[in-house]
């Protein structure tokens, strides 16, 4: 009765929206599965039924002598790694809450902290599986050394904002196309098996060939990686800045499309749609 309402402020309102995204990305996290556990652990193995099959076709295909000087599997992981994490998110922000959501009938939810809460629930999945699995395989298997593991960090988070990004742009779109959405989606997704770069080195490729993956983020995201990773290996045809410059222009663009579509979603949405 006699309570003195709170004077709002810029730290108060950005420690709120972090508590708010912290609960979101919780929340999302136990989406995927009741127990957290056997959710990281299914992911765990998709990365490692990956990593297995991309050897066993080198193996059959001998384009093992095409690979890095250094450990094969390592080699192998780089490119698995990556593209999974470019991929879980822009599926994890494409299948985030929209606007007509009932989640944002509540108040302090908006759509930009039910992206970053995907985003940052795929990021820690990822990178938790990542550091298992290598874990695992520098005890049990052989030790590995990475020649500059903050920059191959760097490139991992680097694929995960481009995909945040390329998330976006689907999640923009989504509403307005989702069959559309939905099959373009899947499409990048495949075509990315092939145009990330992770089976084959940059290096190698004639000038052609280098034309023809050169427009995609996670082609030269991955390429730069191994040369932080494999000492031996110096990328000469990728850049980093290529992604991060796409990726911000991607995100903005993305992000006015959300806007856009925030303002004339409604909840009847697909009754019109």
Sequence with gaps: MFQAPA???????????????????????????????????LNMMQAFVFVLAFFVLFELLGMRQS?????FLLYIMSGIFLYLTHIKTVGAVLMSEGPAS????????????????AALSSLYIQL?????????????????????????????????????????????IKPWAPDFVGLASTIYS???????????VANTLPAH?????????????????RGFVFLHYNPHFTSISYPIYLSLVLLLIGLMGEFYTRRNASASWNATR
């Design 128 to 172: 938790l599986s990542m550091a298992v699995i290598l874990f695992v395989y520098h005890i049990a298997v052989t030790p590995i050394t990475i020649d500059a593991p903050v920059g191959a960090m760097g490139m991992v988070l680097l694929a995960w904002f481009s995909g945040l990004a390329v998330g976006v742009i689907f999640l923009a």
């Design 67 to 71: 690979a890095l000087r250094g450990d």
């Design 190 to 200: 495949r075509a990315n098996m092939i145009a990330s770069g992770k089976m084959f």
């Design 7 to 41: 004077k709002p402020t810029r730290a108060r309102g950005l420690f709120g929206m972090a508590e708010l995204i912290y609960h979101s990305v919780v929340r999302d996290i136990r989406r995927s599965h009741r127990n957290a556990m056997i959710g990281l652990l």
């Design 102 to 117: 009932p989640m944002m009938q509540h108040a302090p939810m908006n759509t930009i902290i039910a992206i970053c809460a």
């Design 209 to 225: 060939m280098i034309a023809v993956f050169d427009w995609n983020p996670l082609f030269h995201i991955i390429d730069q990686t």
